[in-house]
Every structure is written in C-alpha cells, then in structure tokens.
C-alpha cells in the first residue's frame, strides 16, 4: 500500500517494534511512522521528515525588529558626516553669539549703575552747596512771624 502502512489479513503471530512483541490473530491494518516493524521475520521500515506548512499571511506571526541594519553606502556616510559638521558649526556660532549678547548686555548694565552713581553723587555735592550750613544758621526778629491777639467773639471758636 505505502511505506507507513502494512495490511495484514488472517495473520495470525507476533508484530516486533521498539523492544516490545504482541501477539496478534486476524486481519490488521498497521500505520507506522519512524519506526521500524518485524512482522514474521520480515521488517518494514518508514522514515517520514515532515516539515512545517507555511502558515497563511493572516496567521503569520509579526517579524522581529531587533536586528534591522541599515547598510549606508560610502558617498551617503560621508554626506551624514558634512551635515553634521554643518550643524556643529551653527550651534557653534549660535553660542558665541548668545554670549556676546550676555557680556554686551552685562557691560550696558554695569555703564548704567555707575552712571547713575555718578549723577546721583554730583546731585548730592550741588545740594549741599545751595543749602545753608544747617549748624549756623540765625534766625532774626523780622523772620519771626508776627501774630495778633483779637478778642471778637467770632474769633472765639479757636
């Protein structure tokens, strides 16, 4: 019939595989894969390699994504490498600039406070030269005001 399959028909003895026999008495029909069978000094041998179906893209399992590789050619390596030295070079030119601003910004503030300490300081000096010396100063009888006592009764009410 096939390489798996033995029919036997009004046998009657012993059927031999793996290291065991059974006795058998009648009309059989043996299906047997990997092994091999003595029946009656006779051996029947069935090798079968079977292999996995590939299953239907519906049923596929998702590819792994953990070793991807992307080859880059020479020309595009050394073109990522220009790029990047580009942009080094904007950044750096972008900090340099950003700390001109900050010194310039820092020099205009320190100008304005020692200006302004300056003025503030010439203020005082002028002040002090248009005031009289407070420690001598003389206050005279017609500086003193002059007050009159009136006795009306309108004048009562203070």
């Known amino acids: 019939m096939s390489n798996d399959l033995i029919f036997l028909n009004q046998y009657q003895g012993f059927v031999k595989f793996e290291n065991e026999s059974i006795e058998i008495n009648g009309t059989y029909l043996i299906k047997h894969v990997n092994t091999t069978i003595e029946v009656g000094n006779k051996f029947y041998f069935s090798k079968d390699i079977t292999g996995k179906k590939p299953l239907p893209a519906i049923l596929q399992p998702m590819a792994e994504h953990k070793k991807i590789e992307e080859m880059l ?5 050394k073109e990522l490498q220009t790029n990047e030295l580009r942009e080094l070079g904007i950044l750096k030119n972008r900090n340099q600039l950003y700390f001109a601003i900050n010194v310039i910004s820092i020099g ?16 005082r000096k002028i002040n002090k030269e248009k005031l ?25 009410r203070f």
């Open 132 to 156: 009289p010396n407070r420690n001598t100063i003389e206050i005279g009888v017609e500086d003193v005001p002059k007050f009159y006592v009136n006795s009306s009764i309108e004048d009562a």
């Open 108 to 123: 205009i503030i320190i100008v304005v406070i020692i200006s302004t300490m300056l003025k503030l300081r010439f203020l």
């Open 73 to 77: 050619s020479l020309k595009s390596i």
